[in-house]
């Protein structure tokens, strides 16, 4: 008891230290209990952070900030537009295909499962396979209320999606246009003396702005060539599969392994067990295996390198805590505390005493 009154009593002494304990707790709150509501105004920083990187750049090559913004914020809503109109009427059309082949797939998953006892007698029971048949047919009954709730539902979520389709463009371009002066607002609201925090926020503001902008092109590229590698094997739903496999590269280690399953099932309905099918499994293995290694080194070169336990943990925590975003955002919050580690005061270590003479 008495170490950890110590540690307090060191810590909080320090002016720096509550400024920084106090903005972190700010900031904890304000995501936990209003992120819901602040969700578009979020995203809408996360776009802003990912279009800052090309604006930057423009002005170092001399192009006024205003003529900059306007610029990209061009490109951007041409992308947003050619988005809704050609990229998210695929993904949802392939979406009403695999819901219209979804009893097809689940009774060849059943025959499939039937002569499992015959093939391997040994490792699996006919009561075995009729149990896990039994709870296939509870969770398409389950699946198929939600889909019923979920359409009931629609109508708001779609008032919701246009509302936030105008909103979101709007604070992404004010967000760009008025950044010095959003910062500068905010600086004002805090104390003179925060040189901690200052120094925690540069560090995490340069970490997370490379952390999206490289995630964006890495989850792009990987979609772009997914899908071309499975249209290219005549894989059904590669525009889908590719998007999935995509944002797979969210979760370091996790997401990769997670999609295996359904590339290799997918493939076996499709081609069963034929060469196509292996070619389909190895050709992702080998897309993961570049992105893993090649790619994500490459976009995330300006990222403070973690750990993989590190990461898995975080991914874990904050998942667990904030569901997606948590996830989404499990780099970027692992990396601020691993700055507010680093920053974190701490006593000076006594020098050892001298090793006294031996005696002659």
Do not use: C
Request: hydrophobic letters at 55%; aromatic letters at 14%; zero cysteines.
């Amino acid at each position: 008891m008495q170490v950890i009154k110590e540690w307090f009593k060191r810590n909080l002494s320090d002016p720096q230290v509550v400024i920084l304990t106090v903005f972190l707790l700010v900031g904890s709150f304000i995501v936990l209990y209003m992120g819901r509501i602040l969700a578009p105004v979020l995203a809408s920083v996360v776009i802003a952070y990912l279009l800052e990187g090309i604006v930057r750049a423009l002005e170092n090559r001399k192009v006024p900030r205003i003529v900059a913004v306007m610029l990209v914020f061009g490109v951007f809503m041409a992308f947003l537009v050619l988005a809704l109109l050609v990229l998210v009427p695929m993904l949802i059309r392939q979406i009403g295909q695999i819901v219209q082949q979804l009893p097809k797939m689940i009774q060849w998953a059943q025959m499939e499962m039937t002569q499992l006892p015959e093939r391997y007698p040994e490792f699996v029971s006919m009561e075995q396979v009729n149990g896990l048949i039994d709870t296939l047919y509870r969770e398409q009954r389950q699946w198929a209320t939600r889909v019923v709730s979920i359409s009931v539902a629609s109508v708001r979520h779609v008032i919701l999606t246009i509302v936030y389709l105008v909103l979101m463009p709007l604070m992404v371009f004010f967000f760009l246009k008025d950044k010095t002066k959003i910062t500068t607002w905010i600086s004002n609201l805090l104390p003179e003396d925060r040189r901690l925090t200052e120094e925690v926020w540069h560090d995490v503001d340069r970490q997370i702005g490379n952390y999206i902008r490289g995630k964006f092109w890495e989850i792009l590229i990987v979609w772009v060539v997914s899908t071309a590698t499975f249209t290219y094997f005549g894989l059904p739903f590669a525009m889908l599969i590719g998007f999935f496999v995509g944002l797979s590269v969210l979760i370091p280690y996790i997401g990769a392994t997670i999609m295996t399953l359904p590339v290799a099932l997918f493939a076996y309905f499709e081609f069963g067990w034929s060469a196509t099918f292996f070619y389909i499994v190895i050709a992702y293995l080998i897309i993961q295996l570049l992105d893993g290694n090649l790619l994500a080194p490459l976009l995330l070169s300006g990222v403070v390198n973690l750990h993989p336990i590190a990461v898995i943990v975080s991914v874990l925590v904050f998942g667990g805590i904030w569901g997606f975003w948590g996830v989404f955002f499990a780099i970027p919050l692992a990396t601020l505390v691993q700055a507010v580690l680093r920053a974190w005061p701490r006593k000076p270590r006594s020098e050892p005493p001298a090793p006294e003479p031996l005696p002659a």
